[in-house]
């Protein structure tokens, strides 16, 4: 088995804003943010949540919320970790649209195990399945178009995972269109993912996974767009790093990062876990926990509290504690994917 090249040391609703402008504001707040920072940089408190939501959006949370085909994250890649038995499956194509499904066993060059793995690949040309409840099968909707893989490996320690989205090799992104009509409203995601994740879980069901993953997206609701843009977790250089445990109750991330949409663009960034975050699933809420982020402009933190707030400090020193409710996905509570 290769070495697992990373552990935590304890052991992936829409776009709205409800979260930002409340709270307890200290520091010189209301001082501009320094010559040639961009809009959702480390420069400023509200920088900084942005940047928070982006890498809490895909932390995988034992909790499934309202509107969960929304979570185009949690379908495409992000992680697979927590998600591989239904990436295993094969979508139907029930409604319309063709696959073609091969299987083939290869090295695929896993961190987490030297065994050839047998990899089922997908190519899907405009599938369309059912995605309803039981009792309205045909009022949601989801489609893919392009490839998909996915692949296990038993290990004496654990299971070997991976899943890619898009062909790397003509970087031809997986598109996923998601549809559904809820209370009347009708709501709709599109995006374009390409990328691959590993991961391994042990018999604890700790998890260990890493990602190189770019996503472009739209959000729509009743026709109208309310998030729009484009991320990526990891590069070429070194994977986005994710571990929990505890029965998915503490998180630890670490790597490279990037968000952009027509209002920021504020650069690539880091972010590393000072203090494994602790999530109560009870409340929905992070209740402990340190995220240090640095980018061109400096350093960073986001620090969890007991009472479910979260205190932001920017590359300037100034802090401020808001409400933060848990994410589904990168784009909700995150004004820089407003359009």
């Not at 209301?30 to 809490?56: D, I």
């Not at 970087?171 to 409203?185: H, I």
């Not at 504690?321 to 994410?327: H, K, L, Y």
Request: aromatic share 8%; glycine share 10%.
């Amino acid at each position: 088995m290769r070495s697992r090249p990373w552990v935590a040391s304890a052991t992936l609703l829409l776009a709205a804003c409800g979260d930002g402008g409340s709270g307890n504001e200290t520091g010189a707040a209301s001082s501009p943010p320094p010559a040639g920072s961009a809009p959702g940089s480390l420069a400023t408190t509200a920088g900084v949540s942005a940047n928070l939501a982006v890498v809490a959006g895909e932390i995988p949370l034992a909790v499934v919320r309202p509107l969960d085909f929304t979570r185009v994250a949690r379908q495409s890649l992000a992680p697979p970790s927590f998600r591989y038995a239904s990436l295993a499956a094969v979508m139907s194509c029930g409604a319309s649209g063709t696959r073609d499904v091969s299987q083939t066993t290869r090295d695929v060059n896993s961190p987490y195990t030297d065994a050839a793995m047998a990899v089922t690949r997908t190519v899907y040309a405009r599938c369309v399945e059912f995605a309803g409840p039981p009792q309205d099968p045909t009022g949601a909707t989801r489609e893919l178009h392009g490839v998909e893989e996915f692949a296990e490996a038993v290990t004496p320690d654990g299971t070997a995972l991976y899943v890619a989205v898009g062909d790397a090799q003509a970087q031809q992104p997986l598109e996923r269109r998601q549809r559904a009509t809820v209370g009347g409203v009708g709501h709709e995601e599109e995006s374009l993912a390409l990328g691959r994740a590993d991961a391994f879980v042990d018999d604890r069901f700790d998890v260990d996974a890493q990602l190189r993953l770019n996503r472009t997206f739209v959000v729509s609701v009743d026709r109208e767009t309310v998030a729009t843009g484009s991320y990526r977790l990891g590069s070429d250089a070194g994977p986005f790093r994710l571990a929990s445990s505890n029965a998915r109750t503490a998180f630890a991330i670490d790597g490279e990062f990037q968000f952009q949409s027509g209002q920021c663009n504020p650069g690539p960034a880091q972010v590393a876990t000072t203090r494994d975050l602790e999530y109560d699933p009870v409340r929905n809420r992070f209740v402990g926990g340190l995220l240090t982020f640095t980018s061109a402009f400096g350093t960073a933190t986001a620090e969890f509290n007991a009472d479910g707030t979260v205190t932001l400090m920017d590359t300037q020193g100034r802090t401020i504690t808001v409400d933060w409710r848990a994410r589904v996905g990168p784009w909700e509570g995150n004004p820089c994917f407003e359009p």
